[in-house]
């Protein structure tokens, strides 16, 4: 069998696992602000691991693509310590707060623009708006067969073998490639890339590439940024504790009951 060609989409992201004091929402704007260190989304992480396990048992080559306004090839290059081979930044103003129909059209742009492949790999789901759409539209896009939260992935000749979740369980199922699969965190996490191994990437001569709107986008004005008709804050989650104190069982009863009766 011939080595595998294969693409993963990573976006980045703010840490998800910031704490919520670091989270804001400007209601005016309609603008979500996370004071946080940007962050390879989780789930792209997974699909990344999952194409690294099929480079190592069928060989293959690993493109990663990115997209945004703003990215930091800093963040990204950890995608090159992890073992892929070759990674693109799609960096354009006009990438800022896309809808997710969109930023699969870029994304099919940009991966027409590198030619032939044989998978394309994304996350189940971003982790900042958790919006899950990107791959099904980029596959339908490109018109290749999908398969989305697939938990294990494996080739057999040209074929793409998965074993998908489903609600109690997961299927196995099967199609012929090129093919796009949105892949689950049941995967597991992306393989530890070592401080030093970090270094090392960073301190490379070599400059990642990256590509404007112009240079491969059929269509710029045709890209659309979300329409946000409200955002609010997430409710005060904050909880007061109070203790009953009494030098009895019964004392602390009565206490309590008048505490229940207060509420009323």
């Known amino acids: 069998m011939k080595e595998l060609r294969i693409i993963v989409c990573a976006k980045q992201i703010p840490d998800p696992e910031a704490p919520l004091s ?21 789930f792209d992480e997974n699909a990344l691991e999952a ?5 190592e048992d069928v060989g293959g080559t690993i493109t990663v693509l990115s997209l945004g306004k703003k990215l930091s090839d800093t963040v990204l290059r950890k995608t090159l310590a992890a073992g892929a081979d070759e990674l693109i930044l799609l960096q354009d103003s006009a990438f ?17 623009k590198i030619g032939e492949y044989d998978l394309i790999l994304t996350g189940r789901q971003a982790g900042d708006w958790d ?3 990107v791959g099904l539209i980029l596959g339908e896009i490109l018109q290749v067969p999908i398969i989305n939260l697939a938990r294990e992935i494996k080739v057999e000749d040209s074929y793409i073998l998965a074993k998908k979740n489903i609600p109690g369980g997961y299927e196995q199922v099967r199609a ?4 796009l699969v949105t892949v689950s965190n049941e ?20 400059s990642i590439p990256t590509w404007e709107a112009g240079e491969f986008v059929s269509s710029p004005d045709s890209l659309q940024r979300m329409d946000i008709v409200e955002l609010s804050s997430p409710p005060d989650m904050r909880r007061e504790c109070q203790f009953i104190e009494g030098s009895s069982a019964e004392e602390k009863a009565e206490k309590l009951a008048a505490v229940f009766m207060s509420l009323k």
Do not use: C, F, W
């Open 176 to 179: 012929p490639m090129p093919a």
């Open 131 to 133: 919006s899950g759409q």
């Open 51 to 55: 194409a690294l396990r099929l480079k």
């Open 96 to 112: 800022e707060k896309l809808d997710s129909h969109s930023t699969a059209l870029a994304l099919a742009d940009a991966i027409r």
């Open 22 to 42: 670091d989270v804001s929402v400007d209601t005016e704007n309609k603008e979500v602000i996370v004071d946080a260190p940007l962050v390879i989304n989780p």
């Open 187 to 206: 995967v597991g996490e992306l393989r530890y890339v070592s401080r030093t191994k970090m270094l090392k990437m960073l301190k490379r001569a070599s």
